[in-house]
């Protein structure tokens, strides 16, 4: 056990629909992580944030959201769902935001989009 | 930037063989180097992580990897497999924010 807390584990939703994705990072750690891992993109990171500011962005489409609140807990908002946002979405955290600080992983949440 | 390649999506063994799988990478500061390793149905764990100091660092399940800075690799080897090492294995290398670019994965097949 990882520590990460992702939830829900599956979610089964329509096009054009929105989620939230919940992660509670490692207790003690500021930084939270999301990527959303897929078959033909691997592991893609899309955005982190350090004690609340976002600190890094990647490929994270325009209709996806996230916020770390200030309990350190973060959501990844996905809004106006298309048939390839389907993927399995990974929350890590980190003690601080340093190159030598692991990641640790949550299960993730696997989306399914219909 | 920084960039990871794995080098085969898939690899083969048997029991008892050795493992060997192959993460070459690019950055152009001092990398600092993760495996993981991801099981079915779950997250991704961290095997072992290159910092700085001693190139050969051991991980977790028996698994080391070797730092090689004039190669730019970081292979993963395992002496003996044994048939729980099937899973996919992913190389990281860590950029300046903490975050970490993947490579694509080896999926490990162990054959009884």
């Known amino acids: 056990d990882s520590g990460v807390t992702q939830t829900p584990k599956h979610l089964i939703t329509a096009t054009g629909q929105r989620v939230t994705l919940r992660c509670s990072p490692r207790?003690?750690?500021?930084?939270v992580y999301w990527y959303q891992q897929s078959l033909d993109q691997g592991l893609q990171f899309l955005i982190q944030?350090?004690?609340?500011?976002?600190?890094a962005k990647g490929n994270i489409l325009e209709r996806f959201s996230a916020q770390q609140f200030p309990d350190l807990h973060s959501e990844l908002n996905l809004s106006s769902l298309e048939l390839g946002d389907s993927a399995l979405y990974f929350c890590?955290?980190?003690?601080?935001?340093?190159?030598?600080?692991?990641?640790?992983f949550g299960n993730g949440t696997r989306l399914t989009v219909t | 930037a920084q960039s990871v390649t794995q080098l085969g999506s898939h690899v083969s063994v048997s029991e008892g063989a050795l493992v060997l799988l192959r993460c070459n990478y690019s950055?152009?500061?001092?990398?600092?180097l993760f495996w993981y390793v991801q099981y079915p149905n779950q997250g991704l764990q961290l095997l072992l992580k290159?910092?700085?100091?001693?190139?050969l660092v051991k991980g977790i399940n028996g698994f080391e990897a070797e730092f090689k800075k004039s190669e730019t690799s970081f292979h993963l080897t395992k002496p003996s497999a044994h048939m729980s090492d099937a899973a996919e294995y992913f190389c990281?290398?860590?950029?300046?924010?903490?975050?970490?670019?993947f490579g694509q994965g080896t999926t490990l097949q162990v054959k009884p």
């Open positions: 290159y910092t700085t100091g001693a190139t």
């Open positions: 950055s152009s500061v001092p990398p600092y």
């Open positions: 990281a290398v860590s950029d300046n924010t903490g975050k970490l670019i």
């Open positions: 944030y350090y004690n609340g500011e976002e600190r």
């Open positions: 890590a955290s980190s003690v601080v935001a340093r190159p030598n600080s692991p990641l640790h």
């Open positions: 207790s003690g750690d500021l930084s």
